[in-house]
């Protein structure tokens, strides 16, 4: 497979020079020389091959070619609203989620949350999108979205999107359960005349769990209880296993 590097800011065909991680990633890391063709993506659906064509100590310049626009996956989106783990296990849980196909993760802070994520661990979340994005060909990045209380991902996402709530003791989170929930979304969205695909968005608690109000509270607000099975799971691996639910009930429709 050829190497896929992200670019910022104007991405057309002709000359471009790139410098930063990028360059250092291409020229050191991967040690791309001049002659090489590279991917260049801007992580908005637009790739393009290029050819490396002069390197300096701190720049690369390519001759890039026909940008193309990859055509945006139809179908439902799935989403992750999680507190974010700790550090390397937060990394571990973004890369899986770009892997997966996850539209964004939405940082949750709820009364148990032990991590706080400040901006720069969220930028470096971000680098970890655009590492897995360029090891898995994926062409637009996932979003991540700014940290939100409980409350407020409720009063934003419910009852428009089908928003799951992993507990323990509610029904089992399978494929039947998601072409079930998608569908009635749909329907819903239907009679409203909505434009766009409903998004499934599955909420998981921080290692504590939810509190009794928090899971009451999403209940009112129109949210389902799904169980992941009889053992529990770490946030991150509850997530994963819900991402891969989600993505197998897709290739059984
Ligand atoms: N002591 C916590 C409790 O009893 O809720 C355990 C929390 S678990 C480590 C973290 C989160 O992952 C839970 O709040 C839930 O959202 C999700 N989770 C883990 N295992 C689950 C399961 N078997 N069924 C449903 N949700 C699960």
Do not use: Y
Not at 116 to 135: F, G, H, V, Y
Not at 181 to 201: F, V, W
Request: proline share 6%; aromatic share 6%.
């Amino acid at each position: 497979m050829v190497s896929r590097f992200v670019i910022q800011g104007d991405f057309r065909s002709g000359a471009l020079v790139l410098d930063g991680p990028e360059f250092h990633h291409m020229v050191r890391v991967t040690r791309h020389q001049v002659g090489d063709t590279v991917r260049l993506f801007d992580g908005t659906g637009r790739e393009a091959d290029a050819e490396l064509t002069f390197v300096t100590r701190h720049s690369a310049t390519l001759a890039v070619g026909n940008v193309e626009t990859i055509p945006e996956a139809v179908g439902p989106r799935f989403s992750v609203a999680i507190p974010l783990p700790k550090a390397s296990r937060a990394g571990w849980l973004i890369e899986k989620a770009v892997e997966l196909g996850v539209s964004r993760i939405i940082p949750l802070k709820t009364e148990r949350s032990v991590v706080d994520p400040r901006n720069t661990k969220l930028d470096t979340l971000r680098q970890c999108i655009i590492a897995a994005s360029k090891q898995c060909g994926r062409s637009r990045l996932m979003e991540l979205s700014p940290v939100v209380s409980w409350s407020e991902f409720l009063c934003r996402e419910c009852p428009d999107n089908a928003v799951n709530v992993a507990h323990p003791g509610g029904v089992p989170f399978n494929s039947s359960h998601v072409a079930q929930s998608l569908a009635e979304a749909e329907e819903q969205g239907r009679s409203q005349k909505k434009k766009i695909d409903p998004e499934m968005i599955v909420a998981i608690g921080p290692e504590g769990g939810f509190t009794i109000e928090e899971v009451t509270q999403s209940v009112t607000k129109g949210a389902r209880l799904v169980s992941l099975g009889p053992r529990l799971l770490r946030v991150e691996t509850a997530a994963v296993m819900m991402a891969s639910v989600f993505l197998s009930a897709q290739f059984e429709s």
